[in-house]
């Protein structure tokens, strides 16, 4: 069967609270930067992307921060909600170097209690 | 709606069986991606398709093949599954591989069980 897999780090929080999930990226030279939310058993689903020329953008619930000093980003989601559990990834890119593929980070769980 | 199809969603198969895992997609995108992903872990590129031009990444296993016979259509041929090679197997693609048009979208996965 599947290799054991690595404990992912969760955050357990309660319903109606704000949760803030963090991504350290590694590649200076990235420049774009995607949050992906992934269900237990489904494909992951685009939430919020960002470019290196800002430092937050706003979604619905959702805010991302940017701090490329030191190559930091998160994911803010106000009024948090049962539906918002799921393991939550980051993805680096670079946009204009030639071509680039998507590097995610490790992914962090989401817990949320009624 | 516009959407990245995978088939089967569950798909068991025994082991050194080949086994073939299809991805569609009604987007119309240039680029279509297979990644891997095991438990709690990321997903891990395994290889992508620019149009008709095939890009292997280093360290995928050569026991992994893929085809794009068409725009719409991606297959993944594991050609002797070993049991590390139990997996979701994940399709994507997106419209472009530079500038604005890397957002990748997701297919929901095959989960492949080889026993």
């Known amino acids: 069967g599947e290799s054991v897999g690595l404990h992912l780090p969760t955050l357990s929080v309660q319903e109606g609270d704000n949760s803030i999930i963090n991504c350290a990226y590694s590649?200076?030279?990235?420049?774009?930067f995607i949050w992906y939310k992934q269900e237990s058993g489904k494909g992951p689903q685009f939430i919020i992307d960002i470019r290196s020329n800002m430092d937050k953008r706003q979604g619905q619930r959702v805010t991302v921060l940017l701090n490329k000093t030191v190559k930091h980003l998160s994911l803010q989601i106000a009024a948090t909600q049962p539906g918002d559990s799921a393991v939550y990834f980051c993805?680096?890119?670079?946009?204009?170097?030639?071509?680039?593929?998507?590097?995610f980070g490790k992914g962090t769980m989401l817990l949320v209690s009624p | 709606d516009a959407m990245v199809i995978q088939n089967p969603r569950y798909q068991v198969t025994q082991f050194g069986k080949p086994v073939t895992l299809s991805c569609s997609q009604t987007l119309n995108h240039n680029v279509m991606y297979w990644y891997q992903q095991k438990s709690s872990q990321a997903p891990k590129l395994l290889f992508h398709y620019y149009d008709k031009d095939f890009n292997n990444e280093a360290d995928t296993p050569d026991n992994f093949q893929s085809r794009r016979p068409n725009t719409s259509f991606c297959f993944l041929d594991i050609r002797s599954p070993g049991l590390g090679d139990a997996a979701m197997y994940l399709c994507?693609?997106?419209?472009?591989?530079?500038?604005?048009?890397?957002?990748?979208?997701f297919g929901p996965g095959t989960r492949l069980t080889v026993t």
């Open positions: 590649n200076s030279a990235s420049d774009y």
């Open positions: 994507a693609t997106s419209r472009d591989r530079d500038g604005g048009a890397l957002k990748q979208y």
């Open positions: 993805a680096e890119t670079s946009l204009y170097s030639g071509y680039s593929t998507l590097t």
